[in-house]
């Protein structure tokens, strides 16, 4: 079964998440980073390749009526890999950064399409539980990227945590219905009924096969795979006072570079392309506080250290999330505290 985790509970915190503050105090340093604020023009046509080659891949399993360990042996190496890229296309386009900030209509209709190869619906009702982690980072309810707290009491040992890393995709899908159910918009609705057609599709005309390759693809691409370990890496406690961690290294190029993490929640609306040139501008910000190197080693400390585990996350209460809300309010009426920019647009806040 292996060692059992050491935390009995989460790591409770009474203060605001960190990065409106630092944003503030970098951008009061090195004003410049502003000028990475830009679109990425190029970053549209990259998703769509790899759209283009999954759709390909689609099409020669069929053709070849691929053997099952051949076609296991894809699905994992290639549609983990790919879809999982396409996953995090799908976060960049949450933060409006496919067609700018000013266009966030162009953006939600790019995530669906963006969304078929994956083939199961999520970019809209990503979208929307997303922007929420980033202005409420922590917060008990609105942070549904935080593990519940029956997953922390069950998967506690070296082998549970092992099956729980495994079935994270399901995890990490459903725990916002659970957390925070919303109810679905329009858009979300159309988003299921546009991949539920395009998996119809595939499957009429180019078999189970295909549509195998597509979904388990992207099930064992956010499971046990090397690209997933950015969901341990990112906010898992590994060391005591720090609850974001980035990550440097050659994973980043396959994944529109959501290891620099630090560097995404301090500022993002800037592409992910020009994420290494904020720590370059700021490196002491980002260069004198934890992060890792290896995501398969994250993902190897996360299931064998009894430190680290579910429980192993930051949370905040609820009720003093609003308590300083409402001091903030009155402060702001006071003319007393402008308002903290860049967290999201104003087309942001109203999908909120």
């Given at each position: 079964?292996?060692?059992?985790?050491?935390?009995?509970?989460?790591?409770?915190?009474?203060?605001?998440?960190?990065?409106?503050?630092?944003?503030?105090e970098i951008l009061?340093?090195?004003?410049?980073i502003k000028s990475?604020?830009?679109?990425?023009?190029?970053?549209?046509?990259?998703?769509?390749?790899?759209?283009?080659?999954?759709?390909?891949?689609?099409?020669?399993?069929?053709?070849?009526?691929?053997?099952?360990?051949?076609?296991?042996?894809?699905?994992?190496?290639?549609?983990?890999?790919?879809?999982?890229?396409?996953?995090?296309?799908?976060?960049?386009?949450?933060?409006?950064?496919?067609?700018?900030?000013?266009?966030?209509?162009?953006?939600?209709?790019?995530?669906?399409?963006?969304?078929?190869?994956?083939?199961?619906?999520?970019?809209?009702?990503?979208?929307?539980?997303?922007?929420?982690?980033?202005?409420?980072?922590?917060?008990?309810?609105?942070?549904?990227?935080?593990?519940?707290?029956?997953?922390?009491?069950?998967?506690?040992?070296?082998?549970?945590?092992?099956?729980?890393?495994?079935?994270?995709?399901?995890?990490?899908?459903?725990?916002?219905?659970?957390v925070n159910p919303?109810?679905?918009?329009?858009?979300?609705?159309?988003?299921?009924?546009?991949?539920?057609?395009?998996?119809?599709?595939?499957?009429?005309?180019?078999?189970?096969?295909?549509?195998?390759?597509?979904?388990?693809?992207?099930?064992?691409?956010?499971?046990?795979?090397?690209?997933?370990?950015?969901?341990?890496?990112?906010?898992?406690?590994?060391?005591?006072?720090?609850?974001?961690?980035?990550?440097?290294?050659?994973?980043?190029?396959?994944?529109?570079?959501?290891?620099?993490?630090?560097?995404?929640?301090?500022?993002?609306?800037?592409?992910?392309?020009?994420?290494?040139?904020?720590?370059?501008?700021?490196?002491?910000?980002?260069?004198?506080?934890?992060?890792?190197?290896?995501?398969?080693?994250?993902?190897?400390?996360?299931?064998?250290?009894?430190?680290?585990?579910?429980?192993?996350?930051?949370?905040?209460?609820?009720?003093?999330?609003?308590?300083?809300?409402?001091?903030?309010?009155?402060?702001?009426?006071?003319?007393?505290?402008?308002?903290?920019?860049?967290?999201?647009?104003?087309?942001?806040?109203?999908?909120?």
């Open positions: 079964m292996g060692a059992v985790n050491t935390r009995e509970t989460f790591e409770w915190r009474n203060d605001d998440e960190p990065h409106a503050k630092r944003r503030k009061a340093k090195h004003p410049e990475l604020m830009v679109t990425d023009h190029m970053f549209k046509y990259h998703v769509m390749l790899l759209c283009v080659i999954q759709f390909a891949m689609v099409c020669a399993i069929s053709h070849y009526n691929t053997p099952w360990p051949v076609l296991l042996l894809l699905t994992y190496v290639v549609s983990g890999t790919i879809n999982h890229a396409l996953l995090l296309a799908i976060h960049e386009i949450s933060h409006n950064l496919a067609f700018g900030v000013t266009k966030p209509m162009a953006n939600k209709i790019f995530g669906l399409f963006v969304n078929l190869p994956i083939g199961v619906p999520m970019s809209i009702s990503f979208r929307k539980y997303h922007l929420e982690h980033h202005r409420y980072q922590g917060h008990e309810i609105l942070d549904t990227d935080i593990p519940m707290e029956i997953e922390a009491k069950l998967f506690r040992n070296t082998l549970l945590k092992t099956v729980w890393m495994f079935f994270q995709p399901l995890f990490y899908s459903f725990r916002p219905f659970v919303k109810v679905a918009g329009k858009l979300e609705l159309f988003n299921m009924f546009m991949q539920f057609a395009c998996d119809y599709l595939v499957v009429q005309y180019f078999g189970w096969k295909s549509l195998f390759y597509m979904v388990i693809g992207s099930l064992l691409g956010m499971g046990l795979h090397p690209v997933a370990g950015h969901f341990i890496s990112e906010h898992y406690m590994f060391k005591l006072g720090f609850e974001t961690y980035s990550y440097y290294g050659i994973l980043n190029k396959v994944t529109f570079n959501v290891g620099y993490h630090n560097e995404h929640h301090d500022f993002p609306s800037i592409p992910g392309s020009l994420l290494p040139k904020v720590r370059e501008l700021a490196p002491e910000y980002y260069n004198t506080i934890p992060y890792h190197t290896s995501w398969v080693k994250v993902l190897w400390d996360y299931i064998t250290d009894p430190t680290i585990g579910p429980y192993a996350r930051v949370k905040r209460k609820e009720f003093e999330y609003a308590l300083r809300k409402q001091e903030k309010k009155q402060l702001q009426k006071d003319g007393v505290l402008a308002d903290a920019a860049g967290v999201v647009t104003t087309d942001e806040k109203k999908d909120l």
